[in-house]
């Protein structure tokens, strides 16, 4: 992970605390062409690991987790995302595992931010 993976990182655990409370504990970035692929441990709060021990609120969990993720960047669109790299935020795409409490998350940019940043 290069400077400005590390920095993209910041900005995204940054962004959920503040619009979901809390941010994973930890993230790793890299850029692949128009893609920020940010893997993301520690997602889970006290609470969902809780609501996860059951089956039925593990699917719920999911499903309201990757949902709600990709609806809170189109209700906040990622401005400090899009002035950090200097290109527009397209489309995101969100899975998580709850059992190994281990998401992923691809930013789609109008750019390739890995030409862009490899230097």
Known sequence: ????????SNIVR?????HMGKG??????????????CEMEGN???????IAS???GKQALRSARTE????????????EMEEFLGCHFVDLF????????FGMSIFVFDEDIQDKFSK
């Not at 992970?1 to 993209?8: D, Q, R």
């Not at 889970?44 to 809780?50: A, G, Q, T």
């Open 68 to 79: 709600m993720v990709k609806q809170m960047y189109k209700k906040h669109p990622p401005v």
């Open 1 to 8: 992970m290069n400077k400005y993976e590390a920095e993209f």
């Open 54 to 56: 059951a089956d039925e």
């Open 44 to 50: 889970l709060s006290p609470v969902e690991k809780f």
């Open 94 to 101: 969100v899975d998580i595992d709850i059992d190994r409490d």
């Open 14 to 18: 940054s962004f959920r605390k503040k």
């Open 24 to 37: 994973p504990s930890k993230i790793t970035t890299t850029f692949c062409k128009n893609w920020a692929i």
